[in-house]
């Protein structure tokens, strides 16, 4: 992380748990995915600094109605959702640009399409 990143985040962010990708030299390279996430944080993309604040999932307890929140990503135009309680919708789901909700894929940066991404969570339930 370079300096000026650190400063930003850590002052902003609890960090509890940071992922990345794996560097493109290594075998079986691979990018996030929502399943290896978890939690609500903060999505960055190396290539173009790109940055959001992401839902991955978390959850409410069972007496509280057992609501979920879940990321998506449309393999369309890239755009991140935030579905509460996925269960209940009828698969797949939509953008608005038409395109398919997945939270199954790789995720890439939704401005340049690289997968080169960091994720950091703020809180996990
Ligand atoms: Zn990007
Ligand atoms: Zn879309």
């Known amino acids: 992380m370079k ?22 030299q290594e075998k079986n390279k691979k990018g996030l995915n929502f399943y290896q996430m978890g939690g609500n944080g903060l999505i960055m993309c190396e290539n173009c600094g790109f940055h959001q604040k992401l839902i991955s999932f978390i959850h409410g307890f069972p007496t509280n109605n057992s609501w979920t929140i879940s990321g998506y990503q449309c393999q369309k135009c ?13 698969k797949p789901i939509k953008c608005d640009c038409g395109g398919i909700l997945s939270r199954d894929n790789e995720l890439f940066c939704p401005h340049c399409k690289n997968t080169d991404l960091k994720y950091w969570i703020k809180y996990l339930t």
């Open 78 to 90: 890239g755009k991140f959702h935030e579905i509460k309680n996925d269960n209940k919708y009828k």
């Open 3 to 24: 300096k000026s990143e650190k400063k930003f985040f850590w002052e902003e962010w609890r960090i509890y748990k940071f992922f990345k990708s794996s560097p493109s």
